[in-house]
């Protein structure tokens, strides 16, 4: 059974030095810059609007799951959370606006809080499964280690998400969207 689970805002808010860190910019750096940081906090508060923040979840036995997609961290878990997060179209739609007017530097900067907002997010999330289950592997992501990106077809298509394009490659539509893994090491609670 595929679960759905909308987020509170203090789940996916980025942490503000961190998201300035993505942007190459240093908080007590910028502090002085009083129309820079004005402007980053307007575009803050922006994604923080606009974004649709939702997480797919479900746990299957591992034994059900093709054994290419299960990462070679995950020996001795009995069971499997696969989770999708994403924060929406809109903030795709957003930033290849921003683009398109030649606000290539609001763009970069967007698309960086989009990042760190979909990350907190999915820390927020694992911190929420392993309160259920106990004990399990690292998060893990198709595209690294041993599981190849392609695998967010599967996923995608496991937890019947129908506004989420996977692409031949693996990359997904909306692009701050990302499939994730935890094994649990014992039965579901």
């Not at 860190?21 to 910028?30: E, G, M, V």
């Not at 009083?34 to 591992?62: A, K």
Request: charge should be negative.
């Amino acid at each position: 059974m595929v679960e759905l689970y909308v987020p509170k805002i203090e789940e996916y808010m980025p942490d503000k030095a961190v998201f300035l860190a993505r942007t190459r910019a240093r908080y007590k750096n910028i502090v002085g810059e009083i129309d820079l940081l004005v402007r980053f906090n307007e575009l803050f508060l922006q994604g923080l609007r606009i974004s649709r923040p939702i997480v797919h979840h479900r746990v299957c036995p591992i034994e059900e799951l093709p054994g290419a997609l299960i990462p070679d961290s995950f020996s001795g878990a009995k069971q499997v959370s696969l989770f999708l997060s994403t924060l929406g179209k809109n903030i795709d739609e957003l930033i290849n606006s921003l683009l398109e007017e030649d606000k290539t530097h609001d763009a970069a900067v967007l698309d960086a809080w989009a990042s760190e907002a979909l990350e907190t997010l999915n820390e927020a999330f694992d911190r929420k499964l392993r309160q259920r289950f106990g004990d399990g592997t690292m998060r893990f992501s198709p595209g690294y280690g041993n599981v190849d990106v392609r695998w967010n077809r599967y996923i995608v298509e496991l937890l019947k998400v129908e506004d989420v394009e996977v692409l031949s490659s693996g990359i997904m539509l909306p692009r701050k969207t990302t499939t994730c893994m935890i094994g649990w090491y014992d039965a579901k609670k």
